[in-house]
């Protein structure tokens, strides 16, 4: 009956929070088995939990570097990189993405912040709006997987899963995923006769290259440092940042700092310098230190706004948890988990078998749901089934999320779409013929990162 109830109100129309919180008190009114405030307690109870601090301020860190003027850098530095190759835009669309996604952990960010630039760029050097749109939605579902990512956080604190583990592990995917769109980028190239979009300069790709050497080489430094050197962690790191502000003065690197993001975050957190709460903090405190002191591009009014758009997305971001708590708390409670547990266990108890269902499912879900409210209502019901299986959590997670963004380019409830048809000035169904080219690197990552879990689990085991 809940099911029902909860199927009858988003017939109705009416937003999936609202239908998971009001099919769990009319269930509660009808049945009368519980009062009603159980429903107020469990919403409260279900948002009272310290890891969901992390939502707001990496959705505020995200805000900041978004309306800092960063997202021009990472243009720049991108072209720079693989603009003189065939095809050269697309491709920086994609490196664009990879650098982008470590700092916005949303996809409809990096498609409404960076995909902006990208489109007007592309069509300007002569690329059908067309392929200038699809790739910009293909290389946006890398936001959530490339850590800071927002859905992490909600599924780690769903499944109770180590968020840290969980960024560790969309590094290699979303490196793969990035790989697969550039050989696309770079297929569509050689078929239409596409050259370069800018000229090659070795002054100009030897910069790019000492950028991304120094992100690469930075990490690796200090960890040499602290653990081989027997240096303390605190001031090591203190002292390199210094070097790190020192040397993008002196050589006006264009990315090196915004880049660092993913790096401090994650560094800190598999060497226990924070939590990942707390890391969401130091994420703003970054963002905040390249906008208002060493770029000087953000100013107190932008500031407020930013603030002002944080409470909004994170207000709705929370009520969602807020009526999933509830809603799969009645799950539970009514047998509806224990009964599509036994009901799939009694079809199959493959391992890979069942994780061929949970995707044909998270991809429909992920055509009419919200990714948070598609976590909060999928967590509960797909858990318990991996854990009985054996399935890897923090797998199944990265699987999860994956599903949930591909979700994000279809009718009739895909943001990305939409974003990207107005971004474009295309009509929906225009922008959706344009992105089906791009499925096809996506659903092979996706069944490589599924039926691969060494892909995922490899750095988090080497570092949990």
Request: charged letters at 10%; proline letters at 6%; one cysteine or more.
């Amino acid at each position: 009956m809940l099911k029902i109830i909860f199927l009858f109100m988003m017939a109705g129309g009416l937003p999936v929070a609202i239908a998971m919180a009001g099919a769990s008190l009319v269930y509660i009114l009808f049945t009368g088995n519980l009062p009603p405030f159980v429903v107020i307690h469990r919403m409260v109870s279900g948002i009272d939990s310290f890891p969901l601090l992390a939502v707001p301020f990496f959705i505020l860190a995200g805000n900041l570097m978004n309306n800092a003027g960063i997202t021009n850098r990472i243009y720049n530095y991108a072209l720079a990189l693989v603009g003189w190759l065939k095809g050269g835009l697309g491709h920086v669309n994609v490196v664009g993405s990879v650098v982008f996604a470590g700092m916005s952990g949303t996809a409809i960010a990096d498609a409404a912040g960076l995909g902006t630039i990208e489109i007007k760029a592309m069509k300007d050097h002569g690329y059908g709006t067309e392929f200038a749109v699809g790739v910009t939605a293909a290389s946006a579902t890398l936001g959530p997987i490339i850590p800071p990512s927002l859905p992490f956080v909600i599924y780690g604190m769903m499944a109770n899963v180590s968020v840290g583990a969980l960024f560790l592990a969309g590094i290699l995917p979303g490196v793969l995923m990035a790989v697969a769109m550039m050989v696309t980028v770079a297929y569509f190239a050689h078929k239409n006769g596409w050259g370069a979009d800018v000229k090659f300069e070795w002054p100009r790709v030897f910069k790019a290259l000492a950028e991304t050497a120094v992100v690469i080489g930075w990490p690796l430094a200090v960890w040499a440092a602290v653990t081989h050197g027997g240096l303390p962690a605190q001031a090591t790191v203190l002292g390199a940042l210094l070097l790190l502000f020192a040397a993008d003065k002196l050589f006006d690197f264009q990315a090196v700092l915004p880049i660092m993001t993913p790096v401090l975050l994650i560094g800190g957190m598999t060497t226990g310098i924070f939590t990942p709460t707390e890391g969401a903090i130091a994420a703003c405190l970054w963002a905040m230190v390249l906008g208002f002191a060493w770029y000087r591009t953000l100013r107190f009014r932008m500031f407020v706004k930013v603030c002002l758009d944080t409470v909004e997305t994170t207000s709705t971001v929370l009520f969602i948890v807020a009526a999933a708590s509830i809603f799969g708390w009645m799950l539970t409670a009514t047998g509806v988990t224990t009964s599509i547990a036994s009901w799939v266990l009694g079809f199959t108890k493959e391992p890979w078998v069942f994780l061929l269902m949970a995707n044909l499912l998270m991809l429909f879900v992920g055509c009419f749901l919200e990714p948070t409210a598609a976590i909060t209502i999928l967590v509960p019901i797909l858990v318990p089934i991996c854990q009985q299986l054996g399935i890897d959590l923090v797998h199944f997670g990265l699987v999860m999320v994956l599903n949930l963004m591909i979700g994000l380019l279809h009718p009739p409830m895909g943001m990305v779409l939409f974003v990207l048809a107005r971004v474009a000035k295309l009509s929906v169904e225009r922008t959706t013929v344009a992105i089906l080219p791009w499925l096809v690197p996506l659903l092979g990552s996706l069944v490589l990162i599924t039926y691969c879990p060494q892909l995922v689990l490899w750095l988090p085991r080497l570092f949990y």
